[in-house]
Nanobody
Framework: QVQLVESGGGLVQAGGSLRLSCAAS????????MYWFRQAPGKEREFVAT????????YYADSVKGRFTISRDNAKKTVYLQMNSLKPEDTAVYYC????????????????WGQGTQVTVSS
C-alpha cells in the first residue's frame, strides 16, 4: 500500500509562490500517474493537475494553467506542485493522489490519497 505525505503548504501573499511536495512510500510509485486536488472551505474537492508515470504528459485545470507546474522525481518518489502568481481563490487544502494507471487525465478511481496540506493566500 502506497502512503502519501504532502508538505510545503503555508501562508503567502497574493502574487507569491509556494512549492508543494508529496512523498510516497512503496515500490510502485513510478508506475502510476499522480494527481493534485484541492478543496476550499464549503466547496467540493476539485482537480488541479496530473502527471503521467514518466513525467512526459501533464494536464491542468483551466483555473491554474500557466501558473502551476506539476513535476515528479521517480528516484525520490516525490511529486511536486510549483504554484506561482497565487491568488486568494487558490486558498484550499491541497491533496495528492496516486492513480491506478500510468496516465489518465479523467480517472474515476484512485489508489491512495494523502492527508492534505493547507495553502492560504492573503489579499
Amino acid at each position: 500500500q502506497v502512503q502519501l505525505v504532502e508538505s510545503g503548504g503555508g501562508l503567502v501573499q497574493a502574487g507569491g509562490s509556494l512549492r508543494l511536495s508529496c512523498a510516497a512510500s512503496g515500490r510502485t510509485f513510478s508506475s502510476y500517474a499522480m494527481y493534485w486536488f484541492r478543496q476550499a472551505p464549503g466547496k467540493e474537492r476539485e482537480f488541479v493537475a496530473t502527471i503521467s508515470w514518466s513525467g512526459g504528459s501533464t494536464y491542468y485545470a483551466d483555473s491554474v494553467k500557466g501558473r502551476f507546474t506539476i513535476s515528479r522525481d521517480n528516484a525520490k518518489k516525490t511529486v511536486y506542485l510549483q504554484m506561482n502568481s497565487l491568488k486568494p481563490e487558490d486558498t484550499a487544502v491541497y491533496y495528492c493522489a496516486r492513480g491506478i494507471t500510468g496516465w489518465d487525465p479523467h480517472p474515476r478511481d484512485f489508489g491512495s490519497w494523502g492527508q492534505g496540506t493547507q495553502v492560504t493566500v492573503s489579499s
